[in-house]
């Protein structure tokens, strides 16, 4: 068999391909890096969320948090993440009367100088669950930034950590309150334990971290002004009211999952590495494109040149066939396939019918109705709320998510930050997530155990 050699011209454009490829990854992870450098400077990715609820007869309650925002660093922003306790009954209460009640969510930049926005909740997860809320802003704006996430898989026990917020302990002591980026306090500490709260749904970071009432919905950083975590929580003594020093941040993994959902946009830091960044990045970025192209046309060209017989294969070409390593019609094979992980995934019961009892999604797929012919988890014909067939449930162990799908019930099918499924629309869900059929009265969780 006859060994074809590459020629020289084939080789030199070999060689400006991986230039070019070399370039433009330095140059996108110079552009990518995260605009803050130490928590310090993370302070200009935060604002102060100030949520109001009120009624037809006057009346309201308003509370307050810190917000911070996501996207791509040097782009402006739209959106803030918070708690979902800083928002809930601004948001929640307008939903179950809104003839009754009104409620605004304001985001500031500057209260001394008035200036905020009002925004939208595009997502929402209640204290008891995720306790997390995205809000929208009504435009993009430059007078934040956007923070850059750290994975929480590379955080360690005694890892250094800074919490970022207004503490109203601080606030109120100080003799005008401006709420604008100078006057953010920043406390520090390590990282405890990574725990999952009885008080919720969501994986933790307990710390030492000094945190009070209006922080809530800050960012927890590391030592680069990488976000880890979401500050949510302090234990406080009964008795005297004083910090015990165990506080909690929701681990940011929590957030990027529902961002993915969700389709948010946000930036990783991944190890921190770069050589470049600012406007060197894109010149490198440029220069790694135009080899890149420069090196793909000649080494073609080359090629075609020397070709002597025209290659007549069609359909797949050179690629893997279909149902190769590469999986069926040419998809990835993901690393988390069925089996490669011991725990269960689950569906549980919250309330209703069904609380406390679990039912293993392992063995294939879960319809929930009245209809016992069609279902497996089987309501009482007279049961209110609940449609013949309701809706089914299922769990992809490829992607690591479940898969609720309404099927076009009359009641209807809502995640449990409120939102209405549309019929016959599968929707991911991932494990901690809850939904409800009609009401909050027949509640589920999704797990592995």
């Given at each position: 068999m006859k060994t074809k050699q590459l020629s020289s011209k084939q080789l030199i454009a070999l060689v400006l391909i991986l230039i070019g490829a070399v370039s433009s990854i330095f140059g996108i992870t110079g552009l990518t890096k995260s605009s803050s450098e130490d928590p310090y400077e993370s302070r200009n990715g935060i604002v102060m969320v100030y949520a109001t609820v009120y009624d037809n007869e006057g009346n309201s309650e308003a509370g307050m948090g810190t917000g911070w925002a996501i996207g791509t660093p040097g782009q402006p922003i739209q959106y803030i993440v918070t708690n979902g306790h800083v928002v809930n009954k601004a948001y929640t209460y307008p939903r179950y009367d809104s003839s009754l009640y009104g409620g605004e969510i304001d985001v500031f930049f500057s209260a001394a100088e008035n200036d905020y926005v009002k925004a939208k909740v595009v997502y929402f997860s209640p204290q008891e669950e995720k306790d997390i809320a995205i809000l929208q802003l009504p435009s993009p704006t430059d007078k934040r930034t956007a923070l850059t996430l750290r994975d929480s898989g590379d955080i360690k026990i005694g890892d250094t950590a800074y919490a970022l917020g207004y503490p109203g302990n601080s606030s109120q002591r100080q003799d005008f309150v401006t709420y604008d980026i100078d006057d953010i306090t920043i406390t520090r500490g390590i990282i405890s334990k990574r725990t999952t709260t009885s008080f919720s749904t969501y994986e933790a970071f307990q710390m030492d971290v000094s945190i009070a009432p209006g922080n809530s919905g800050g960012p927890l950083v590391d030592e680069k002004g990488n976000v880890i975590g979401i500050n949510v929580a302090g234990a406080i003594d009964p008795n005297t009211g004083l910090s015990l020093g165990m506080n909690y941040a929701i681990i940011i993994n929590e957030l990027t999952k529902i961002l993915d959902v969700e389709r948010i946009p946000y930036t990783f830091s991944g190890s921190g590495f770069s050589l470049f960044h600012g406007p060197g990045s894109a010149v490198l970025l440029l220069l790694g494109i135009l080899l890149i192209a420069a090196g793909t046309f000649f080494f073609w060209k080359e090629r075609k040149a020397a070709a002597s017989v025209t290659n007549s294969r069609s359909g797949l070409g050179d690629g893997l066939a279909n149902g190769s390593a590469s999986g069926?019609?040419?998809?990835?094979?993901?690393?988390?396939?069925?089996?490669?992980?011991?725990?269960?995934?689950?569906?549980?019961?919250?309330?209703?019918?069904?609380?406390?009892?679990?039912?293993?999604?392992?063995?294939?797929?879960?319809?929930?109705?009245?209809?016992?012919?069609?279902?497996?988890?089987?309501?009482?014909?007279?049961?209110?709320?609940?449609?013949?067939?309701?809706?089914?449930?299922?769990?992809?162990?490829?992607?690591?998510?479940?898969?609720?799908t309404d099927l076009g019930s009359s009641y209807e099918t809502f995640l449990g930050n409120g939102k209405k499924l549309a019929p016959n629309v599968p929707e991911k869900l991932y494990a901690g997530d809850t939904f409800f059929l009609c009401d909050p009265s027949n509640r589920f969780l999704v797990a592995k155990e």
């Open positions: 069926l019609n040419g998809n990835p094979v993901h690393s988390g396939a069925a089996g490669s992980s011991s725990a269960h995934a689950i569906l549980r019961g919250m309330t209703g019918n069904y609380a406390g009892q679990s039912f293993d999604l392992l063995k294939g797929k879960v319809t929930i109705g009245r209809d016992p012919a069609f279902c497996n988890i089987v309501y009482e014909k007279s049961t209110p709320g609940i449609s013949s067939r309701h809706c089914q449930l299922s769990y992809n162990p490829g992607e690591g998510c479940f898969v609720l």
